[in-house]
């Protein structure tokens, strides 16, 4: 349930329980003082302002946390990455061979090219931490373009971790070591 409806009917049962003292008859009506009534209703007011600037407070800090994870996120997701070289081997893509690449959708598939096949799967994030699904492919034979295929299908295997600097994502092992690394470019 969202924290601003929350809070809306916090305030509303506050002051609803201040005016339910006076038997839902108005203040004017009364035998109590209108300065009774009235410091009643300031009072959940009062209440109902703490409670506004409380969950204010929250959900700045939940905004902050999800804003710096989710700008690793937003630049990560839906865009295609490049595969520039796999481990420390940087990789060259012939005239006619198809471009290694990968695409993390927001709805948690994944999907590109090893080379020389299709790639297709599910991955799971968690602020850096990425688990790929398996991933499966087309099983093509190709006659460019697949020699960097079952290395690039084996890394995706290992992947603990991801990050983004600048226009590159690095994909790393859980010891931290580099797997694949990719450059975001504009769709072909």
């Known amino acids: ?30 035998n109590t003082s209108a300065a009774t009534s009235v410091a009643t209703i300031s ?16 959900e700045d800090k939940v905004a902050a946390t999800q804003d710096s994870t989710s700008l690793a996120t937003s630049e990560f997701l839906n865009t295609y ?25 927001a709805d948690n598939r994944v999907s590109g090219s090893d080379g020389c096949n299709s790639i297709m799967g599910n991955y799971k994030l968690e602020g850096e931490k990425l688990t790929l699904g398996q991933v499966a492919s087309t099983m093509m034979a190709c006659a460019e373009g697949g020699e960097h295929a079952h290395d690039f299908k084996k890394s ?8 983004v600097h600048a226009d590159q994502l690095e994909l790393r092992n859980e010891k931290g070591l580099v797997l694949a690394r990719f450059k975001a470019v504009a769709l072909p």
């Open 1 to 30: 349930m969202n924290t601003k409806f929350i809070g809306v009917l916090i305030t509303l049962a506050a002051l609803n329980t201040a005016c339910s003292k006076e038997e839902n008859t108005p203040p004017s009506y009364t």
């Open 43 to 58: 009072s959940a007011a009062t209440a109902a302002e703490v409670i506004e600037s409380t969950m204010a407070e929250q």
């Open 81 to 105: 990455w490049k595969l520039i070289a796999l481990k420390e081997n940087e990789i060259k893509v012939g005239e006619k061979e198809r471009e290694p690449h990968i695409i993390f959708n």
């Open 156 to 163: 995706l295997e290992e992947v603990a971790t991801f990050s």
